[in-house]
């Protein structure tokens, strides 16, 4: 079976919104971590936010090695209508998320990944189907923003510490695996 990885640039107080307010230092670190997690991934889900935000973007973008990947990967938008700016490999998916990712997970392939949608990662966080997070924490406390995790899922979930990280400009890389024990 495939793994779900959510990988998500949040705050130290777990903002996940708009990382442009608060990453203020792309390291050399942090762009190893990124390539070594998207180098497992071949398939991406997106929100509607997210990929009405990126899908103007990412396609004329230079932002190695995010953008040859997000541009090449086919995405599974969840959207009940079409987006209005079209995006290479992308299939729009109005069937509920957590169906149709746990048939997803059930096919052949490599990692798949959620970057940003948040609502998205929320949804899919509470029907159990992430199978790993990497985060990116940045050193700073926002008090005020959307929250990845914490926002009213009441249910306890366990996670084992994969791998633990300080970068040079001072975020912290952290890897859970959801315990299924």
Avoid at 165 to 177: I, K, R
Wanted: aromatic letters at 10%.
């Amino acid at each position: 079976m495939r793994k779900l990885v959510l990988y998500t640039l949040m705050s130290m107080d777990g903002v996940a919104e708009a990382p442009d307010r608060y990453v203020f230092e792309f390291d050399e670190v942090m762009y190893a971590n990124l390539a070594r997690t998207i180098k497992s991934q071949d398939a991406v889900l997106l929100g509607r936010r997210t990929y009405d935000e990126w899908a103007p973007y990412w396609p004329t973008a230079e932002e190695q090695p995010f953008a040859d990947f997000i541009n090449g990967a086919p995405k599974f938008l969840f959207s009940s209508a079409p987006p209005a700016v079209g995006w290479a490999n992308t299939t729009v998916v109005p069937a509920p998320a957590t169906e149709y990712v746990r048939t997803l997970k059930e096919r052949t392939g490599g990692d798949i990944g959620i970057h940003g949608s948040i609502r998205l990662a929320q949804a899919l966080l509470a029907a159990d189907l992430v199978d790993e997070l990497r985060l990116v924490i940045s050193p700073v406390v926002l008090g005020t923003g959307r929250r990845l995790l914490g926002d009213g899922d009441e249910q306890l979930r366990r996670w084992n510490l994969l791998r633990l990280e300080g970068t040079p400009s001072g975020a912290v890389l952290a890897d859970y695996e959801l315990s299924r024990t």
